[in-house]
């Protein structure tokens, strides 16, 4: 079992920057992928990036250049560097892990989920 407590949301300019981050608790760090996800009102939930095994990354093709994915083992914790953020990045932010090699972007192969966070781009 592992527990993930997101922070980092708010409310941003659009072209701002904000660093989300996920707290993980529970089980051993290093033998989780995990990553970020996201929903917007209406819409299903989509990948946005993954770490992996070994600090291998994987980000979907809409946020490749502009966020950045990290961990500190140390502190059991990832981040989402996201800069340049636009109006329809507005959402709400899921951290997301499972104890499989890779983190895939199908939100139904995730294993926990933190409560998400929100983020809101205004233009």
């Known amino acids: 079992q592992v527990q993930l407590v997101e922070s980092g949301g708010g409310l941003v300019q659009a072209g701002g920057s904000l660093r989300l981050s996920c707290a993980a608790s529970?089980?051993?760090?290093?033998?989780?992928?995990m990553g970020w996800f996201r929903q917007a009102p209406g819409k299903e939930r989509e990948f946005v990036a993954a770490?992996?095994?070994?600090?291998?990354?994987n980000y979907a093709d809409s946020v490749k250049g502009r966020f950045t994915i990290s961990k500190d083992n140390a502190k059991t914790t990832v981040y989402l560097q996201m800069n340049s953020l636009k109006p329809e990045e507005t959402a709400v932010y899921y951290c997301?892990?499972?104890?499989?090699?890779?983190?895939?972007?199908?939100?139904?192969?995730?294993?926990?989920w933190g409560q998400g966070t929100q983020v809101t781009v205004s233009s």
């Open positions: 997301a892990a499972t104890n499989r090699p890779t983190l895939t972007p199908n939100p139904l192969a995730t294993d926990y």
């Open positions: 529970g089980s051993t760090f290093g033998y989780f992928s």
């Open positions: 770490i992996n095994w070994g600090s291998s990354t």
